[in-house]
């Protein structure tokens, strides 16, 4: 056999050295050559599971906040008295002891403690935590007003002071629900509702801190779909939802003793003082499942996860539906994903003793 022609031979070499460096930058890419230590991909780490619900006890109109790892959970408590559970997961919260958070001694001030909510603010001495929730002495619960509580410092578990009723029409009307909402320029606004004849509608009322009105709340929502009108036209239970720049409200419908208690929604487009700057979706996005057994949910809040990568909801409802606004009410939770045009996408209630993994952080 004739030997290469020396050109083929150099071209040959030059052809060979370049795959063995090849092999070799592949090599190192990849961490060393065979049998050395390689460190794995990172795999998100695992959370703990749990299903719902999360809370049976005091479950009714829930809120949690995620904060620093810890989740804080309230639930409407009935009587004269805050109290939190507080767990390092999600799932903990259900075998967490309760503790008591503030004691009302003020008879004038008293009884049917409803929807707390929990929001770390600016106050004048700086970050605090406000606990804003509805309250009133009368048996038959027609005497209901906006209450907020300030923390002494930026603890969630406070201590917590008084500070005072919230009544922006000045007077004294019956009036739930309230919530916060607060600008990207740090204008405060305070959500609430309250009967107008036979209807129940949203307001929206400006704050000059978080317990002093600037002046009259205006309407920003009355039911006006069927689903918002069953067993009474009820718009409550409002709370504020961000995303990619956008400002959701989402709210409950229809009454809650009645299975077909709903999630609607409201987008925020121009002034909040406005109510043209709010536009209702026209359908629900959170109703009952009766092939998931779950009915009348609603009255809800958010929260982030831990890594900040997740929104979740949480919300009660009832396994039954002749249950209506009693204690069988519990609290429940599940992911928030969002549809391709940038709206909150619930699903559907998911059942009870479904395994869900934990938020992302965890």
């Known amino acids: 056999m004739r030997s290469p022609h020396p050109l083929r031979r150099k071209r040959r070499l030059g052809a060979l050295t370049a795959a063995l460096l090849g092999c070799l930058l592949l090599v190192f890419q990849a961490g060393g050559p065979a049998g050395a230590s390689?460190?794995?991909?990172?795999?998100p780490a695992p959370t703990a599971a749990f299903s719902n619900p999360i809370v049976a006890e005091n479950g009714a109109d829930p809120w949690i906040v995620q904060h620093e790892g810890r989740y804080y959970h309230l639930g409407t408590t009935w009587a004269s008295h805050?109290?939190?559970?507080?767990a390092d997961t999600l799932g903990g919260?259900?075998?967490a002891e309760p503790v008591t958070v503030y004691t009302e001694n003020d008879p004038s001030r008293c009884c049917n403690f409803w929807a707390p909510e929990l929001h770390r603010l600016q106050g004048p001495?700086?970050?605090?935590?406000?606990?804003?929730?509805?309250a009133g002495v009368a048996e038959n619960i027609d005497h209901q007003h906006v209450h907020v509580l300030e923390s002494a410092g930026d603890d969630p578990l406070g201590p917590y002071t008084h500070r005072g009723q919230?009544?922006?029409?000045?007077d004294n009307r019956w009036m739930i629900d309230s919530s916060y909402l607060t600008m990207p320029d740090g204008r405060l606004y305070l959500l609430y509702s309250f009967w107008e004849g036979g209807t129940q509608n949203l307001y929206v009322?400006?704050?000059t801190n978080p317990w002093t009105p600037a002046a009259p709340g205006v309407r920003i929502s009355t039911p006006t779909h069927a689903w918002e009108q069953?067993?009474?036209s009820v718009n409550e239970g409002p709370v504020i939802l961000r995303h990619d720049g956008r400002t959701f409200l989402v709210y409950s419908a229809s009454h809650c003793d009645t299975p077909d208690y709903k999630l609607g929604m409201l987008e925020l487009v121009g002034d909040p003082m406005d109510p043209a700057g709010w536009v209702k979706h026209p359908e629900p996005i959170l109703q009952r499942d009766d092939a998931a057994g779950v009915y009348g949910p609603g009255h809800n809040g958010f929260f982030t996860s831990p890594d900040g990568s997740?929104?979740?909801?949480?919300?009660?409802?009832n396994s039954s539906p002749s249950d209506g606004c009693s204690g069988t009410r519990t609290s429940r939770a599940q992911p928030v994903r969002w549809n391709a045009d940038g709206t909150p996408n619930l699903g559907t209630p998911v059942a009870e003793g479904v395994e869900l993994p934990g938020p992302a952080g965890e």
């Open 310 to 317: 997740e929104t979740w909801i949480v919300y009660h409802a």
């Open 82 to 86: 805050w109290e939190m559970r507080v």
């Open 166 to 170: 919230i009544d922006p029409h000045g």
């Open 125 to 134: 001495d700086g970050p605090r935590w406000y606990l804003t929730y509805s």
């Open 93 to 95: 919260l259900g075998n």
């Open 205 to 207: 009322a400006p704050l």
């Open 38 to 43: 390689q460190e794995a991909p990172d795999d």
């Open 230 to 232: 069953q067993g009474g």
